[in-house]
């Protein structure tokens, strides 16, 4: 089924380690977006890839790196993971039309 | 960044209520989206309006774009278990990507 692919679906991290986020799309969308979903809250914007090639930052971006491999592959990577990104991840890609987002099923990272 | 707000945060209704829950802002939009996101999924795009004034229906969900283009809402008439998620609202993503992000999001809970 065409979509966005996100792996783990889960994981445990302890502090200090790192660890990839990995999100692949099928759908030759343009842009593919991080974000991060707390309890209570909505979706925040972690970094964005416009095209391939390119990243910015979103609203909360400290703390993470992202690489778009190519144009279907966009991974989020924690350099020493802390307690405060225990959270709920997803991966997004839209063509910019008024489709919308796609996302992907999301990751759920506890970090102790 | 356009700081979407939504309205009320939380919402427990029964089945076979009505219901109406707003998404606003200080800026104008060229258009806006509704998703709704069940537990442990991802969001979905349920739909976009364009033109200030427009009035789009879903089954029991009827959505409408205020006359500035600053506001919208959505109505569920009868509500279901199935409606039970998270609503949110964005700015519809075109053109070029961006920071534009969701609205902090409605949590609807429809109960037997």
């Known amino acids: 089924n065409a979509g966005v692919t996100q792996t783990p679906k889960f994981q445990v991290l302890k502090t200090g380690q790192s660890m990839t986020l990995q999100c692949a799309q099928d759908m030759n969308h343009n842009s593919m977006y991080w974000y991060r979903q707390d309890p209570g809250m909505g979706l925040r914007l972690i970094y964005y890839s416009a095209s391939e090639g390119t990243t910015d930052k979103g609203e909360v971006p400290n703390g993470y790196n992202v690489s778009r491999l190519n144009k279907r592959e966009f991974s989020l990577r924690l350099e020493s993971a802390a307690p405060s990104q225990t959270s709920v991840y997803f991966c997004a890609s839209s063509d910019l039309s008024r489709a919308g987002y796609t996302f992907g099923s999301g990751t759920r990272l506890t970090v102790v | 960044t356009q700081l979407l707000e939504q309205s009320p945060q939380f919402l427990s209704i029964q089945e076979g209520e009505n219901l109406t829950v707003y998404c606003n802002s200080s800026?104008?939009?060229?258009?806006l989206q509704w998703y709704r996101q069940e537990p442990g999924e991802g969001p979905v795009l349920l739909v976009t309006v364009v033109t200030g004034g427009e009035v789009k229906k879903l089954k029991r969900l009827t959505f409408q774009f205020g006359d500035a283009r600053k506001d919208s809402s959505l109505h569920i008439t009868a509500a279901q278990p199935g409606d039970t998620g998270l609503y949110l609202c964005a700015p519809a993503v075109t053109g070029t990507a961006s920071k534009l992000t969701f609205g902090t999001g409605t949590r609807l809970q429809v109960t037997l």
């Open positions: 800026s104008v939009f060229s258009s």
